[in-house]
């Protein structure tokens, strides 16, 4: 082996290349959080060849003064930490001091910038194997112009992973566009091969964010996001949050930042997937653009070197906050909840009546969620065969079958347009083969699944029930021997409260065994070592779990299915805008436990689409 020796200033700064500078996408990510810490509310992207050619950001901030400029290009160098108490509160995007000498190390690269609005800017360039820095000046307007090109050509192997120009030109687009999200009050401006390719203009108001939001992430996730805005204490979560059945395939929808950073972060997914558990189709991913707000020295940004992951200093505190917010807000996506709030989707601005005080009839469901009468509904059933005179008749029904019912469906006449209460789902106007309840709102029909939305109403009963008595113990008669690792004892051993309060009673047998002693009532007989092991690992993980919780709500969900009315079951029409009240008024009734929706609205103006009314 060589004697040691001090690496050259290039290579050092190559070798520093390898963790901030991967792709072209990098480039521009770094470059354009330098341009969003010197102030700029106008920046403009030039790129070429998916910015294996060139890269070009120009912004109007705040520049960078002669004397500086060489220290700008070197390593170590930044204007915004000066001590350790600077680096434990960032309020930067940029911190760390690489960015542009790692850059210049591996491309050619001009800065070119000015600190006043009038008179001349001055232009830098790395030359040589030493990097040295040459000054001269330039005509350039306030503000600061990088230029990047022809990245990876002094270090081919690098140049070789890159991918094909529109792979590496759609990783770009996706740093712009988060970066949009995250701060909108700054103008973007994007070309490619010197096409227009992305405008965002400044975005100051709710409904100029919403564009922006919406040019980002598609019309219809706006169409099915909410808005909300919510706080605790120093902690503070906004954003717009899709409905349960807005899920993807891909978690390709998801926008998470923390004080205007871009981050992944295991605790903020694990939240985020514990709000939509109870709601989201198996193998699906919800969508969101979520902004958490907390205070610096909360967070830790320099864990690594692209930043783009953080560590919470109390993380079960911000895992709490999260979850509690998150799943609040899911909870209240059903029709006819807080719509005032909703920003669209799911038949806004329409109140809720009250069958009771309008003077209807309703139905009590009885034991095991099934209706107390039975009397035969308005139905069309496979056995309907009959002349089209007398399926039409079918619908003079509903007044006979109303009778109390009359001011509350207009007496069967349908909705009047000069009614001004009208619940969200409407009222009730017929039975589809057993299955579907189709009723009339003011926006249209709407199609009901029964069995899916009596099912998701008692199993809400069930655990609303459940939990006001809190979590029974069930003694085993033969306490169970659970051997786990050293590190999962002990976890167990200053958790035993916790467990307590989780029905589960557990005594330590020694340095790598647990006893356990007692069991939720609701999983007696079932194997509870995997899900004790399960637990351990949550808290060992997150700090929290959540799995007993979890897999009781399994075993209320089966209960639920089954004691739910079936489909095929004849319903009354009173019975059916009880079960329609009944949605309105239960949290999550958008979807059934597994996940599925449980209705669906057509609008008039879709139902006129169908008979191609109106061209």
């Given amino acids: 082996m060589s004697r040691i020796h001090l690496l050259s200033p290039r ?76 680096l434990e509160a960032v309020g930067t995007l940029g911190f760390r001091g690489e960015a542009l000498a790692s850059v210049a190390s591996v491309s050619r690269l001009s800065l070119t910038s000015n600190t006043q609005s009038e008179g001349a800017g001055w232009l830098a360039r790395c030359e040589g194997r030493d990097m040295t820095v040459e000054v001269e000046p330039a005509a350039h307007p306030q503000g600061t112009s990088v230029e990047v090109r022809d990245l990876f050509f002094n270090t081919p192997a690098r140049r070789k992973f890159l991918r094909t120009e529109k792979t590496e030109y759609s990783r770009i687009d996706d740093v712009v566009k988060k970066l949009a999200l995250s701060h909108f009050d700054v103008a973007f401006n994007l070309r490619h091969n010197s096409k227009p390719a992305h405008r965002f203009p400044a975005a100051t108001t709710q409904l100029e964010q919403e564009r922006r939001v919406a040019a980002v992430c598609g019309p219809a996730f706006m169409e099915q996001a909410r808005f909300f805005n919510t706080d605790v ?59 958490l707000e907390l205070p610096a020295t909360d967070v830790d940004v320099n864990v690594h070197p692209t930043k783009h992951e953080v560590r919470f200093r109390e993380s079960r505190t911000v895992h709490g906050f999260l979850y509690g ?32 005080a309008s003077g209807a009839e309703t139905t009590t469901l009885g034991q095991g969620g099934q209706p107390l009468s039975y009397q035969h509904p308005v139905a069309f059933s496979a056995g309907d065969r009959g002349s089209v005179r007398d399926q039409l008749a079918v619908y003079q029904l509903p007044e006979q079958a109303a009778g109390a019912m009359t001011g509350v469906n207009n007496g069967g006449q349908g909705i009047d347009a000069e009614q001004t209460e009208i619940p969200p789902l409407g009222y009730a106007l017929a039975q589809l083969r057993g299955i579907y309840i189709l009723a009339e709102n003011r926006e249209g029909l709407v199609l009901v699944d029964m069995h899916a939305a009596h099912e998701r109403i008692t199993y809400e009963h069930m655990k609303t029930a459940y939990e006001s008595v809190g979590v029974a113990a069930q003694p085993l008669l033969v306490p169970e021997a659970l051997a786990v690792s050293e590190k999962e004892a002990d976890c167990a051993e200053s958790q035993l409260a916790l467990f307590e309060t989780l029905g589960i009673t557990l005594q330590r047998a020694g340095p790598e065994s647990l006893m356990v002693r007692a069991v939720p009532a609701l999983l007696r007989g079932a194997d509870v070592a995997p899900l004790i092991r399960d637990v351990l690992a949550d808290l060992l993980t997150h700090g929290t779990t959540r799995r007993i919780e979890e897999k009781i709500n399994a075993i209320l969900s089966t209960m639920a ?40 609205q057509l609008s008039m103006n879709e139902l006129d689409a169908l008979f191609m009314r109106g061209r």
């Fill in 233 to 291: 204490g120093e902690l503070c979560l906004w954003g717009w949050l899709g409905a349960p059945t807005f899920s993807r395939s891909q978690a390709d929808l998801q926008y998470f930042f923390v004080n205007g950073r871009s981050i992944r972060d295991k605790v903020v997914s694990h939240a985020v997937r514990q709000a939509y558990q109870d709601v989201l189709y198996h193998g699906r991913h919800p969508a969101y653009v979520l902004f």
């Fill in 325 to 356: 917010s998150l799943s609040r807000i899911v909870a209240d996506m059903g029709p006819g909840r807080d719509e005032s709030e909703q920003s669209s989707g799911v038949l806004t601005g329409v109140p809720v009546t009250n069958l009771a």
């Fill in 561 to 600: 299915c089954h004691g739910s009315v079936r489909a095929g079951r004849q319903l009354t029409l009173t019975e059916m805008n009880a079960l329609l009240r009944e949605m309105e008024a239960t949290e999550r009734s958008g979807q059934c436990n597994h996940g599925r929706p449980t209705w669906t």
């Fill in 11 to 86: 290579l050092a700064n190559q070798i520093a290349a390898g963790e901030v500078v991967e792709r072209p996408a990098s480039v521009v990510k770094e470059l354009l959080e330098n341009s969003l810490d010197a102030g700029a509310d106008s920046i403009d992207i030039d790129i070429e060849q998916g910015g294996i050619k060139r890269v070009r950001i120009r912004d109007n901030g705040c520049g960078i003064g002669k004397d500086d400029l060489p220290l700008a290009i070197s390593r170590h160098a930044t204007s915004k930490i000066l001590a350790l108490e600077d």
